[in-house]
Every structure is written in C-alpha cells, then in structure tokens.
C-alpha cells in the first residue's frame, strides 16, 4: 500500500521495486493528492488563477508552461519575479510585482523601504513583494473559482519581509474558490497565518506535486494496480 505521494515521482525499491513483486494499490492520502491536483489538469471553473513565487525560476517552468496557458492569471512573486522581469521564459503573460520592499540584508532587524519592482537600488535588494502588489494580487485571487499557489513571495520567515507571503495565504483562504497549494514554504507560511483548514488541498508532493502538474508520469503511481480515485 503506497500512501507516500511525496515519493512517487522517484523510481525507488520502496516505491517501483516492492510493487513489481507484490500486488499494490494506492493509499487514501495518495488517492486525495490525484484527486485534487487532478483537477486543475481537466476543465477547471473559471477564472483560473496561478500565484507563483519562490527563488528560482527554473524549478517551476514546466508547471507554469503546463498549465499557464490555461489559466485566467499567473502571478509571479519572490526572487523568479526579477528572473521573468528580466528575461521571460514562458509563452503567456505573467503579473509581476509593481513595487517590493527592498533592503541591504536579510536579516530579522533589517530597515526596509519600499521601491519600485525594477527600480531596487544597488546596495539594497528586493526581500518581498509591496503593499501595491499584495493588493493588486489580492483583487485577482478574490475573483477566482480556482487557484493555485506554490511558492513564496518573498523571505517570510523574517517579520520584515513576510507580509507579502502572509497577504497572499489570506487571500486564498478568503477566495471563494477551489483552493489549492503547495510546496513546503507555502504550506509553512499557511501554517504560521493558522489557515490550514481554509483550503481546499495541502499537498503534500513538494517536487511529485511539480511533476504531476507538468503532467509528467510519476513511476509510483503508474505501478499501482488501481491508481485513479
């Protein structure tokens, strides 16, 4: 019985091997993660809305090339924002931030200032997304039916720079949308604003959860006799 969804996109004795030799079948946790993640692969209702963010843009190109263009908006938060402002990667258009609050360290104490996405100057650097921004996404999250959040807007877990990753969580959790996300600092940052049972689906895939989106085969799920919910 796989119930390890966080595995499942790795070829492992635990997760291949035992079940080349023994009947196997998926577990309930499992079965939830194809269920939900499921869903925004097929028809979504409408507006669908994606809010990206995280350190680097490259870990989340296949997802956002998979199902951006499906989507109503994508919006783009944390240091991949710089990366697609500057050279955009992706075949649709992406929100970015407009202003950011930038400063010389990333540190607990840090002064901060808020500058124009853009515009940061030299000695200092964007740390999370601005005010302007957390309420311009806010307004586009709140007129979904469906989103998906993975990735942070910022460097959450320092109080100078957590309101942008704090602003997005409420907004999801307020959406009166099927609501679903991922990846660990997500779901950190939902946990520390006590939101988690306002969403629809927590995953718990970390990088399966990115290669299911991508719409990748993940070699655990398709050894299972009866893999479909």
């Known amino acids: 019985m796989n119930d390890a969804f966080g595995s499942a996109h790795r070829a492992h004795s635990s997760t291949v091997g035992v079940a080349e030799l023994l009947p196997a079948y998926a577990g309930l946790l499992l079965l939830d993660e194809l269920r939900n993640l499921g869903r925004l692969l097929g028809d979504v209702e409408e507006p669908f ?15 956002l090339e998979n199902l951006g263009g499906r989507a109503d908006a994508v919006l783009i938060g944390g240091k991949m924002a710089e990366d ?11 929100v970015l931030p407009t202003d950011v609050v930038a400063a010389a360290s990333a540190d607990a104490d840090a002064s901060t200032m808020i500058v124009p996405a853009g515009e940061i100057p030299e000695d200092l650097m964007g740390l999370d997304i ?6 311009a996404f806010t307004e586009v999250v709140g007129s979904a039916k469906t989103v998906l ?3 942070p807007m910022g460097v959450f877990e320092l ?5 942008g990753t704090l ?19 997500s779901l950190a940052a939902v946990s520390d ?12 895939g970390g990088g399966a959860s990115l290669e299911f989106l991508e719409g990748r085969a993940l070699p655990g799920i398709t050894i299972l006799e009866d893999p479909t919910p």
Do not use: M, Q, Y
């Open 49 to 63: 809305v994606i809010v990206s963010g995280g350190a680097k843009v490259e870990d989340k190109i296949a997802v």
């Open 84 to 94: 697609v402002r500057s050279d955009n990667p992706f075949s649709f258009h992406a």
């Open 130 to 135: 601005g005010p302007d921004s957390v309420a």
């Open 149 to 151: 959040w993975n990735g």
């Open 159 to 163: 109080a100078p720079f957590a309101a």
């Open 167 to 185: 602003g997005v969580a409420r907004a999801c959790a307020e959406a009166s949308a099927f609501t679903v996300v991922g990846g660990g600092d």
């Open 193 to 204: 604003a006590g939101l988690e049972s306002s969403f629809d689906h927590l995953s718990t």
